[in-house]
């Protein structure tokens, strides 16, 4: 994403510009944060600390994180949202899409 200048910034509800210290989601289409406060409830919240392992992941390499910090459930998560950004910007479907995601992950995400 960074080698295709696609830097999200997501410190901050892109709605309300209040500071994200809570659940939040990502807009598919743009990468956008919205508050809970701003969604409209429809929607899967990722957690807070998925914020966290966002931003360690535009720093560091995959396997220069600590994993054990983050709930395996909800980063696979915040993987999924990340795989339907990209599918969307570049038009294309991801076929190890599949392969890399669980099936509670599917499951949670009501798909
Ligand atoms: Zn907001």
């Given at each position: 994403m960074r080698f295709n200048g696609i830097l999200p910034q997501i410190g901050r509800c892109s709605r309300c510009s209040s500071i994200i210290d809570g659940n939040f989601i990502l807009g598919i289409p743009d990468l956008n944060p919205l508050c809970s406060r701003c969604c409209n409830g429809r929607e899967r919240l990722l957690e807070a600390n998925s914020?966290?392992?966002?931003?360690?992941?535009?720093?560091?390499?995959?396997?220069?994180?600590?994993?054990?910090?983050?709930?395996?459930?909800?980063?696979?998560?915040?993987?999924?949202?990340?795989?339907?950004?990209?599918?969307?910007?570049?038009?294309?479907?991801?076929?190890?899409?599949?392969f890399i995601l669980t099936d509670k992950t599917y499951n949670r995400a009501g798909i």
């Open positions: 914020k966290f392992f966002f931003d360690l992941s535009l720093k560091k390499r995959f396997t220069e994180i600590d994993h054990n910090k983050f709930d395996e459930n909800k980063t696979m998560d915040l993987l999924f949202t990340m795989i339907l950004f990209i599918e969307d910007y570049f038009n294309m479907a991801i076929k190890s899409k599949p």
